[in-house]
């Protein structure tokens, strides 16, 4: 076989970088925005009611260390099935490597399925069938846009981004001159020192409010198909976690002043019911836009899923079938195929307050991992490659303190 030949084989195998920054951030936006806000706002009021947007304010300074975090690891190791990557520099144990690269897949697909649950509520608006129809329905079609080109998908999940982000937008301008209630009721926020039951009601929201966060991580796993990833990708993920965090603050507050926090929690459509009150539209006009915010999340989640395990067979992890690549899409659609079905059996199986907590909470974990992986990198001074994005020592530490420490209160709350 020829030298040339070769070189074409192996190229045919790789993932093309064709990814810009306003990809990448509208990838993030549609994980982030999608999976959390429409879908556990409702559950958010229910545990902590109107101090709802102070567990949301913690999460977001917990997740800013781990995004520096994952800015220089990513930038060292842009490479699919990122975590994974990053174990295995620092500990040079592939038991390890294998074990926290199918921990993100399995974190991802407990975190798709839990969004799948989560949109059935707002299709039945329209389409009054049995959830478990529903739900096979949008898995099933979500998996097969999923499986397009990468360009072609997260083109698609960007316009159903724009699409969601507006209806947050219309959500926050509808509120924020709605009355006075979203100003003047502020001090109800913060709870009194002596308030345990209020406190506990936030440290149990603190989960949710990592969920509704999660999704900037995943950007590191689409790093071999960024252009320019030293420069792409830092700024992708800080701007997607703070447009998230910015975004996700006033909707919440808005919600929790418009509607009583316990009606919120009842309701199967709650961003649609804040939307009803405050405007006096019908419920079917946010649900329209809550639909197309949770099928991108869960779009977006597939494609991550397949790139971790297309990474993960790549090194030897996996059976190298998982590597092949459709010769028309560019895309691994057997690894495809594999998340899209478990996503469905889970979706199909798991109630969605106890899938939202175990996302977090393996979410976490792997965040802890993945800090003292850089830890044990900047440990040994290796030299970065050229561009790469240097945090300050302290910060992968606080990253791991924080969410070690995020972990343990919600086991004793």
Same mark, same amino acid.
């Given at each position: 076989?020829?030298?040339?030949?070769?070189?074409?084989?192996?190229?045919?195998?790789?993932?093309?970088?064709?990814?810009?920054?306003?990809?990448?951030?509208?990838?993030?936006?549609?994980?982030?925005?999608?999976?959390?806000?429409?879908?556990?706002?409702?559950?958010?009021?229910?545990?902590?009611?109107?101090?709802?947007?102070?567990?949301?304010?913690?999460?977001?300074?917990?997740?800013?260390?781990?995004?520096?975090?994952?800015?220089?690891?990513?930038?060292?190791?842009?490479?699919?099935?990122?975590?994974?990557?990053?174990?295995?520099?620092?500990?040079?144990?592939?038991?390890?490597?294998?074990?926290?690269?199918?921990?993100?897949?399995?974190?991802?697909?407990?975190? $798709?399925?839990? !969004?799948? #649950? +989560?949109?059935?509520?707002?299709?039945? *608006?329209?389409?009054? %069938? =049995?959830?478990? @129809?529903?739900?096979?329905?949008?898995?099933?079609?979500?998996?097969?846009?999923?499986?397009?080109?990468?360009?072609?998908?997260?083109?698609?999940?960007?316009?159903?981004?724009?699409?969601?982000?507006?209806?947050? $937008?219309?959500? !926050?301008? #509808? +509120?924020?001159?709605?009355?006075?209630? *979203?100003?003047?009721? %502020? =001090?109800?926020? @913060?709870?009194?020192?002596?308030?345990?039951?209020?406190?506990?009601?936030?440290?149990?929201?603190?989960?949710?409010?990592?969920?509704?966060?999660?999704?900037?991580?995943?950007?590191?796993?689409?790093?071999?198909?960024?252009?320019?990833?030293?420069?792409?990708?830092?700024?992708?993920?800080?701007?997607?976690?703070? %447009?998230?965090?910015?975004?996700?603050?006033?909707?919440?507050?808005?919600?929790?002043?418009?509607?009583?926090?316990?009606?919120?929690?009842?309701?199967k459509a709650p961003l649609a019911l804040v939307f009803e009150r405050l405007t006096?539209?019908?419920?079917?006009?946010?649900?329209?836009?809550?639909?197309?915010?949770?099928?991108?999340?869960?779009?977006?989640?597939?494609?991550?899923?397949?790139?971790?395990?297309?990474?993960?067979?790549?090194?030897?992890?996996?059976?190298?079938?998982?590597?092949?690549?459709?010769?028309?899409?560019?895309?691994?659609?057997?690894?495809?195929?594999?998340?899209?079905?478990?996503?469905?059996?889970?979706?199909?199986?798991?109630?969605?307050?106890?899938?939202?907590?175990?996302?977090?909470?393996?979410?976490?974990?792997?965040?802890?991992?993945?800090?003292?992986?850089?830890?044990?990198?900047?440990?040994?001074?290796?030299?970065?490659?050229?561009?790469?994005?240097?945090?300050?020592?302290?910060?992968?530490?606080?990253?791991?303190?924080?969410?070690?420490?995020?972990?343990?209160?919600?086991?004793?709350?």
């Open positions: 076989m020829s030298v040339q030949s070769v070189a074409t084989r192996d190229a045919s195998r790789r993932l093309v970088r064709s990814l810009t920054l306003t990809h990448a951030v509208l990838y993030g936006l549609g994980v982030t925005i999608g999976a959390g806000i429409y879908v556990l706002i409702g559950l958010a009021a229910g545990r902590s009611g109107l101090h709802a947007p102070l567990a949301f304010m913690g999460a977001a300074l917990v997740m800013a260390f781990n995004a520096a975090s994952f800015a220089e690891l990513g930038t060292r190791m842009p490479v699919s099935a990122s975590e994974a990557a990053y174990v295995q520099a620092a500990f040079e144990l592939d038991w390890l490597s294998l074990a926290v690269g199918l921990l993100v897949v399995m974190t991802a697909i407990v975190s $798709a399925a839990t !969004i799948g #649950v +989560g949109s059935a509520g707002y299709i039945a *608006v329209f389409l009054p %069938l =049995p959830a478990p @129809w529903i739900i096979s329905g949008v898995v099933l079609a979500m998996g097969i846009v999923a499986g397009l080109a990468t360009v072609q998908s997260v083109t698609f999940a960007g316009f159903m981004t724009l699409i969601n982000v507006g209806g947050l $937008a219309l959500i !926050i301008i #509808v +509120g924020l001159g709605h009355g006075t209630d *979203v100003v003047t009721r %502020l =001090p109800e926020i @913060w709870p009194s020192a002596g308030d345990a039951t209020a406190w506990a009601g936030i440290a149990r929201t603190a989960l949710i409010a990592v969920f509704a966060l999660l999704g900037f991580e995943l950007l590191v796993n689409i790093a071999e198909e960024l252009k320019e990833p030293s420069r792409t990708l830092p700024r992708a993920l800080f701007l997607t976690l703070g %447009l998230t965090a910015l975004i996700h603050g006033l909707v919440v507050w808005i919600a929790v002043t418009a509607v009583p926090p316990q009606e919120l929690a009842r309701s006096g539209l019908p419920l079917v006009t946010m649900s329209a836009i809550a639909i197309v915010a949770t099928l991108n999340g869960i779009i977006v989640h597939m494609i991550m899923i397949a790139r971790v395990i297309y990474g993960l067979a790549d090194r030897g992890g996996l059976p190298k079938a998982l590597t092949r690549l459709n010769p028309v899409t560019h895309t691994p659609l057997l690894a495809t195929a594999f998340g899209v079905g478990t996503i469905l059996v889970l979706a199909l199986t798991v109630p969605l307050a106890g899938l939202a907590d175990l996302t977090a909470g393996l979410t976490l974990v792997i965040f802890a991992v993945v800090n003292l992986a850089l830890i044990r990198i900047k440990g040994r001074n290796d030299a970065p490659p050229l561009g790469t994005f240097i945090c300050p020592r302290w910060v992968p530490f606080a990253g791991l303190v924080s969410s070690v420490l995020l972990l343990v209160v919600d086991l004793i709350v």
